[in-house]
Every structure is written in C-alpha cells, then in structure tokens.
C-alpha cells in the first residue's frame, strides 16, 4: 500500500515487526519507507505477532440483517466478538424539531412516521401528552378509547409478524417470512379500510378521532381474528421446536435482568429477563384496564425467550381486540369542544379518505361562520395551556414515551421522544460480546429496532 496523499500527508506506516530477507509465511514485507507487499501463506503459519492482533470490520450500514441503516462496528478476535459500537444517524429524519414548527394537529402527521411499523402507537403516545396538556384526558369518548385500543393491538400484531418475518428470512427461514408477511397484510387491510391507508395514518387525533369506523369493521376484524389465531398455531409448529431455530437463538443474546434494568431496556427484551413489567398494567391508557390479559414472561433472558414472548403477546392481543368489540359503546370519537376538535367530517370515498358530501355542502353552501371556523382550525389550530406533560405507552418494542413542553401558543415549544429502539441500540454491545459473527444478526434481530425510531 502506498501513501497517496504525499511527504506532507498521514504518516500511514504500520507500526510493529518488519521482517528481512527470506519472505515469511503470511507476513507484510517492507519494499519501502512507506510501502509493503501483502505476502500470503497458512493461518498457523503466522508469527505471533500477527496472531495477537484483533480485527475491525463493519457491518452495514447497507446490510440486509441491521433492520434498516444501522452501522455495527464489530472488534473480533478471529470469529468471537469482542466489542460491538452501534452507529446511527443514517436515516435521520428531523421528526422532533419539524413537530414544533407546526399546530399541535399537523404533529400527528409526522410522529406517525417515526417507528413505521407501529405508526398507531406514535400517534397515541403524542396525542396522549396533547391531551393532558388541554386537561382533556377525561373528555375523550369511550368509544375512541377502545377503537385506539383495538387499532394499536392489532398493530402490535402486524409489528410482531413483520419481526417474525424478518428475524426468519435473515436466518434461512423463507417459510416464516412468507408466513409473517402473509399474517401483516390482513392486519393492514383493516388499517386501511378504516383510514384510507395501509401505514402513517395521522388517525388518531388530539381529543378523538379523526373519524369513526365503518358499518363493516365489527365484521372484518373478528374475521381476520378467527384466521390469525388458525395461522399462529401453524407458525408456531413450524418454528417453536424446530431443533434449527433453537440451535440459532437458545442462549444468544443474553441480557439478564440486571443488565436490562442498567440500560432502560423494556418490552420483550426485559420481559425475557423474567421482569413482568407493561406500561398497559403498571400505568394504564385508554380504558385498557378493562380488559382480561396476561404478561408472558420468560427467564431464559435470550433471543428464544423473545421469541415466545413476541408470539404470546400476539394471542393476547387478539384477545384485548375482541373484547373491546364485544364492549364497543357507541356515540362521537372526538371531543365536544368545537375549539379543539377537527371539524371535518371524514368518510372514505373512492380516493381514500376525505371530507363527505354533506360536509362539504354545509361549510360551503349553508353557514359561512362554519365554513370560517373550518378555515381558522385548520390552518392555525388550538392553543394550548403553558405547561408539559409526559404520556407513554407499551409499544411492541417496549415504552413509547412522549415528553412534550407548550409555550400557551398553537405548536408545541418542544418534543422530545423516548423510543425503546434507540435505547435497545445503545445495549447491542453487552449484548454482542463473546458471540459468533453469525449471531450478531440473531441478537441484533432479537431486539427488534427500527431505525426509523432510533434517528428521527
């Protein structure tokens, strides 16, 4: 290798031995003051000197197994890992700075892309800390509160079967993904025939709603339950005791308790260190209390214990949907207070969802003060209180939290979101150490991050 960058660049000499003379057996032989000839030969054959060395490599940030743009910066000693430093930044995004220059309202907009496979969940998480910012907490209908607890259930199903398709294509499963993927698409289907779109639905609204559900939703849900339930056994046969999948995530990626608790970790990687811990049982939102359902924990504290876990959560989510259907109260999805509340009325129409004929009508052919009032929330919004508030939720990954300070003007002063990913990325090195390479893809995939939430 030669120094390109010339007398007065870095001196890119290798320090350590030089050898003379004969050529040794997988060495570096010096030709100049700055050049060397690389020199092959046998592993056992290499001088001490050599064998001693550690070795640096990356993986990713394109990389089919790092779950987006993640860079690892693997230390190895020949195949053992010794240090793995997360680099992030790669798919930054501006999503907390871009909230605070628009209406409380548009910010749902932008969470909502955040964490994009549980984009529901973002948009709850900020419209909870909205909400306790106005002191409306209490006002929200009964009925929007079990319709966002039925959507975000079924979007903790359709995150857990994009995990399970994933973490089983990287492993050599083409079976799983096509199961996984297969299972997410009924769920986005409801998603979509309830708001216009499969993903980033801005559907959930400070004080409500951005609308009610359709006649057929009732119907279409608990269809898309009987199948998940049926689907479930079978990828549970297909993978649960498969002495491969055992093989490849029994005992990788252990993360005890105390090491959990040292870095914030939540969600199924604390739960499979034995720690019942779930925001939707020790701080409760939207009614959820109501409903009959189990933490499933584990103590294996590795990336088969997050398996089971993600796997049973989905069952006890099917069963938290299904009861809030067989409850569902009816009347309005948003708040009274006419200076809060969205005024369009919303519908689904052939282009997706906008305002209904009706509405149109009325702001536009009957009553100019509804048209004006339209006009005046639509494009400035509310004003909140001076104040901050702090509003969490038990997203698939684990706490969701939204810390969020207002100023008394119509945009938030500031936005600042704890995302369970970003914190599980910070632990990928405790996690790593002492693993094979082929197994950093297993514990990388056990934590389940999406850089969508980790650089925002």
Request: some cysteine; overall charge negative.
């Amino acid at each position: 290798m030669t120094d390109t960058h010339g007398e007065s660049g870095p001196d890119r000499t290798r320090e350590g031995p030089v050898w003379q003379g004969e050529e040794q057996p997988g060495s570096l032989a010096r030709t100049g003051e700055s050049d060397y000839l690389v020199v092959g030969g046998e592993w056992q054959d290499l001088p001490e000197a050599v064998e001693d060395d550690t070795m640096v490599i990356n993986m990713g940030p394109q990389h089919p197994s790092t779950h987006g743009v993640l860079r690892l910066v693997l230390t190895l000693d020949g195949e053992t890992v010794l240090s793995n430093d997360p680099v992030i930044g790669y798919l930054h995004t501006g999503i907390e700075k871009n909230t605070e220059y628009r209406p409380w309202v548009q910010g749902v907009t932008f969470v909502t892309r955040m964490d994009y496979l549980s984009p529901l969940f973002n948009e709850l998480g900020y419209c909870l800390a909205t909400e306790r910012i106005l002191g409306i907490e209490e006002e929200v209908p009964e009925r929007a509160q079990a319709i966002r607890v039925i959507l975000t259930e079924l979007n903790r199903v359709s995150s857990h079967m994009v995990w399970l398709a994933t973490g089983g294509m990287e492993l050599g499963s083409t079976t799983a993904m096509i199961f996984g993927f297969r299972e997410r698409e009924s769920v986005l289907d409801i998603f979509e025939h309830v708001t216009g779109l499969r993903m980033n639905h801005g559907f959930i609204r400070p004080g409500g709603l951005a609308n009610d559900v359709p006649d057929t939703f009732d119907a279409r849900v608990r269809q898309v339950i009987s199948e998940l339930r049926q689907r479930i056994d079978e990828i549970e046969d297909l993978l649960t005791k498969n002495p491969i999948w055992i093989e490849r995530n029994k005992g990788v990626g252990i993360m005890d308790a105390e090491t959990c608790l040292d870095y914030g970790a939540t969600g199924p990687v604390l739960r499979s260190a034995g720690i019942a811990h779930d925001l939707r049982k020790a701080q409760p939102y939207c009614g959820i209390e109501q409903y009959d359902f189990e933490v499933p924990i584990t103590d294996t504290a590795d990336s088969y214990g997050r398996y089971l876990i993600r796997v049973q959560e989905v069952r006890e989510s099917l069963s938290i949907v299904e009861q809030a259907l067989d409850r569902l109260p009816g009347g309005r999805v948003m708040v009274d207070d006419d200076k809060i509340a969205w005024p369009a009325q919303l519908g689904l129409g052939p282009d997706g969802l906008g305002n209904t004929e009706e509405y149109i009508s009325k702001i536009m052919g009957q009553s100019m003060e509804a048209l004006i009032h339209h006009f005046k929330i639509v494009t400035e919004g509310f004003t909140a209180p001076p104040g901050q508030a702090y509003a969490a939720v038990e997203s698939p990954r684990g706490e969701l939290g939204y810390h969020i300070t207002s100023n008394g003007t119509n945009k938030p002063y500031r936005v600042r979101v704890r995302d369970p990913s970003f914190i599980h990325i910070g632990a990928l090195d405790p996690l790593s150490r002492g693993l094979g390479v082929a197994d950093i893809i297993v514990a990388v995939a056990s934590v389940d991050p999406v850089m969508g939430g980790v650089d925002r």
